[in-house]
């Protein structure tokens, strides 16, 4: 990782309020929050199965179709939007990390993996900047100092 991304992740993380913690392994469903719907469990087993091989494709409509049987349970949209992030499709990652959260507010791993998004797209944007040339060459200059700025302050903490 550069420093321009490391920076970005210090800056994102603390300008956006997010907890640090601890990358991890996603989290299996609370036993209080499992879906009543049995085709519902086994779609999300079968997700959570794909995400731990790493095959995000074979997750997404998995997760997609669990959400269908149980629309309001936040570990299958903490899980699809990690799917959909890890597929590239980071603003339907941040719709469905932020719906996660609406219905369970402290859920740690869906603010890690909020935070990690921020992070992308932060760095989609620098990219954007970056293609602009000497057009974005002032705010990519400005956003890099700002960035330095807010990584200092962190430090201080």
Do not use: C
Request: proline fraction near 4%.
């Amino acid at each position: 990782m550069n420093r321009m991304a490391v920076a970005l992740m210090f800056v994102i993380m603390f300008s956006s309020g997010n907890s640090w913690a601890s990358e991890t392994a996603p989290a299996a469903m609370e036993s209080n929050e499992k879906p009543q719907d049995k085709e519902a469990v086994s779609l999300y087993d079968q997700g959570i199965e794909a995400s731990h091989h790493h095959d995000f494709q074979k997750a997404l409509p998995l997760f997609e179709q669990a959400l269908k049987e149980d629309p309001n349970n936040p570990d299958i949209l903490n899980m699809l939007a990690h799917s959909q992030r890890e597929t590239g499709d980071i603003d339907a990652a941040l719709v469905n990390y932020k719906k996660a959260i609406e219905l369970r507010p402290k859920f740690p791993e869906a603010h890690e993996y909020l935070g990690e998004t921020y992070i992308q797209a932060a760095l989609r944007e620098v990219e954007i900047l970056k293609s602009y040339g000497s057009d974005g060459k002032e705010e990519l200059e400005d956003f890099s100092e700002d960035t330095k700025e807010s990584v200092e302050k962190l430090n201080q903490e």
